[in-house]
């Protein structure tokens, strides 16, 4: 499998550097790309939900099989690089969320009450921030 074959089974797929995209993820409702997808250097298909699916939940969605988006030789932990993804993709993956909140300030400021589901929106977009801050800083 490559990552342009893993990437074209996904929604709304964008390319934001060589090699890299966000696309909606498959194992959440995700109306915004959430998912960063890269392939490495060494063939490897590099896959991270901001919404926090895990990898194999990520990849089963996709309708992938784990050891597809690695190649036959055993990865080596310390071979990963630490921050793999470009600053851009990142930034895209957490683009829409800032427009999401935008959106419920400006209806907050009309004096509308915001729903159950679009306060639990907005805590979950807390956490893909957080998410993504922990992940450039590990
Ligand atoms: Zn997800």
Not at 1 to 21: C, H, I, M, N, Y
Not at 39 to 49: K, P, Q, S
Not at 96 to 124: C, P, R
Request: glycine share 6%; hydrophobic share 45%; aromatic share 8%.
């Amino acid at each position: 499998l490559t990552a342009d074959q893993f990437v074209s089974g996904l929604a709304k797929v964008r390319r934001t550097a060589p090699g890299e995209w966000v696309a909606c993820c498959p194992a959440h409702e995700d109306r915004s790309p959430s998912l960063a997808v890269k392939e490495a250097d060494d063939g490897r298909i590099l896959v991270h939900c901001f919404a926090g699916c895990s990898f194999e939940s990520v990849v089963s969605a996709a309708g992938a099989k784990p050891e597809e988006l690695f190649p036959a030789k055993p990865m080596q932990k310390d071979h990963a690089p630490r921050f793999p993804f470009n600053p851009a993709t990142v930034l895209r993956a957490l683009a829409f969320n800032a427009t999401i909140v935008a959106i419920a300030a400006s209806d907050m400021a009309q004096g509308k009450q915001l729903t159950v589901e679009e306060k639990d929106k907005l805590f979950d977009i807390a956490g893909e921030f957080n998410e993504a801050v922990s992940y450039a800083t590990r």
